[in-house]
């Protein structure tokens, strides 16, 4: 009966573990205002860190938000309020998916009506940066 036991307590399902996406990222990023393309930030750098409860912090950013969560190899930032006035809200949401050593970003930042709710303006940063 002790070996059993012992053996259904051995059995438990085995943890496997997140992969460490922190690090320093490099690469072109691609920026455009409502849709039409402005300019390249060649190696543009960006910086993850993960703390221990799993949140990732964002560096060295032109994103105002600093922090999301991964899930798998999904990085989430979600919807974020970063700034405000009494005319508009700045929000900040985007995703990025870690293939291997790299990052493949899409982050938005919408400039919101207080008036009407609708999307006066949005920006948009795209690219795949490299681990260093």
């Known amino acids: 009966m002790l070996i ?4 259904v ?3 438990k399902k085995n943890s496997v573990p997140t ?3 922190s690090g320093t990222y490099v690469g072109d990023i691609q920026y455009s205002n409502n849709g039409v393309q402005q300019q390249i930030l ?3 750098q960006i910086q993850f860190s993960i703390n221990a409860d799993g949140e990732v912090i964002i560096g060295h950013s032109v994103f105002e938000a600093d922090s999301a969560m991964i ?5 989430q930032v979600p919807k ?3 700034a405000s006035n009494t005319d ?3 929000y900040d949401v985007g995703q990025g998916t870690f293939t291997g050593n790299t990052c493949e970003l899409d982050f938005y930042e919408n ?8 999307i006066a303006s949005s920006q948009r940063w795209t690219g795949t940066l490299t681990r260093q």
């Open 4 to 7: 059993a036991a012992w053996s």
């Open 9 to 11: 307590i051995s059995c």
């Open 19 to 21: 992969p460490d996406y």
């Open 42 to 44: 060649h190696n543009y």
């Open 71 to 75: 899930s798998a190899n999904i990085l």
């Open 80 to 82: 974020t309020l970063v």
């Open 88 to 90: 508009f809200n700045l």
């Open 111 to 118: 400039t919101v009506s207080n008036y009407n709710s609708m």
